[in-house]
């Protein structure tokens, strides 16, 4: 079975650009995460999705935004980029948005803003 | 509010010799916890997770943590480190009940080292 995936896996953009990462959860899971990793430090919770709807979302400006889509496949929009927005941006999927189900890591989109 | 504290940015021990890594948790609710494993280059792998059922949590790879709720800790220990083990190492708070204010903090990370 196929796991997380995420696309693309390198990205390349220029400060001010806007840029989209998608992805798409394991089959049959309806909730989808989105964290920054910024190198040499944990992972930074964004966003977290369930039946297209926000049901969490972390200390993010506005900059920040995403959506989830009637397949749950989610996608992960950030405007006017800057320099710190440079990170890995890995998405993760559950079941159900509870404690009690395990979340799932995709490899990452690793983001480079110059 | 919630926020969770690694102890250690870096552990060391030599292939054998027990592993303990330390966290701390603050939380406003009944927390869940986490630890996750994560490997150079490789995702992010659940190690073991504590959703208020028994306090003393077994995971994968011999790994095991137990909750204190008098101390906030869940600490993460292995009786006998391999120098498959070696990789950073995030524990991790989540509110235990529904919300639709969910949040997932993570630790900054510990990174395990295994000498010879």
């Known amino acids: 079975d196929a796991g997380v995936t995420q696309s693309p896996t390198h990205l390349i953009k220029t400060r001010g650009q806007h840029v989209t990462l998608r992805c798409s959860p394991i089959s049959g899971h309806k909730s989808v995460s989105w964290y920054q990793q910024v190198l040499g430090q944990g992972p930074q919770f964004i966003f977290q999705?369930?039946?297209?709807?926000?049901?969490g979302r972390g200390n993010f400006p506005d900059r920040f935004s995403a959506r989830q889509f009637p397949n749950y496949s989610s996608e992960l929009n950030v405007n006017a980029l800057l320099l710190g927005d440079s990170a890995l941006y890995l998405c993760?999927?559950?079941?159900?948005?509870?404690?009690?189900?395990?979340?799932?890591f995709g490899p990452g989109t690793r983001l480079t803003v110059t | 509010a919630q926020s969770v504290t690694q102890l250690d940015s870096h552990v060391s021990v030599s292939e054998g010799t027990p592993v303990l890594l330390r966290c701390n948790y603050s939380?406003?609710?009944?927390?869940?916890l986490f630890w996750y494993v994560q490997h150079p280059n490789k995702g992010l792998q659940l190690l073991l997770k504590y959703t208020s059922a028994a306090t003393l949590v077994k995971g994968i790879n011999g790994f095991e943590a137990e909750f204190k709720k008098s101390e906030t800790s869940f600490h993460l220990t292995k009786p006998s480190a391999h120098m498959s083990d070696a990789a950073e190492y995030f524990c991790v708070v989540r509110r235990a009940e529904a919300d639709r204010d969910d949040k997932i903090i993570f630790g900054k990370g510990t990174r395990l080292h295994i000498l010879p």
């Open positions: 999705y369930y039946e297209k709807e926000e049901r």
């Open positions: 993760a999927s559950s079941l159900l948005p509870l404690h009690s189900y395990e979340q799932y």
């Open positions: 939380s406003s609710y009944s927390p869940s």
